[in-house]
């Protein structure tokens, strides 16, 4: 799974989404804009062809991919 992304970038702003499930917490923590970080998890997303967050209103949550990614993530 991992081969496939283009940018360690992108595996930063999904573990740090993934730790606040929040776009808006992990945009103040990397410095950028929410729709920047939502903009790099689509493009983490597109890569892996995997859906890694449901989006909910105001809220998100980790779908079963996410929740192996991010555990992978954090044991590394």
Do not use: C
């Not at 808006?24 to 410095?31: D, G, P, Y």
């Not at 890694?52 to 192996?68: C, D, K, M």
């Amino acid at each position: 799974m991992l081969e496939q992304i283009s940018s360690l970038n992108y595996l930063r702003t999904f573990a740090i989404s993934a730790h606040f499930l929040s776009f808006k917490a992990a945009a103040k923590v990397l410095n950028i804009s929410p729709t920047a970080v939502s903009h790099q998890i689509k493009a983490l997303e597109t890569q892996l062809r995997l859906s890694l967050f449901e989006r909910h209103t105001r809220a998100i949550s980790l779908t079963p991919a996410g929740e192996r990614l991010h555990e992978g993530i954090s044991k590394g």
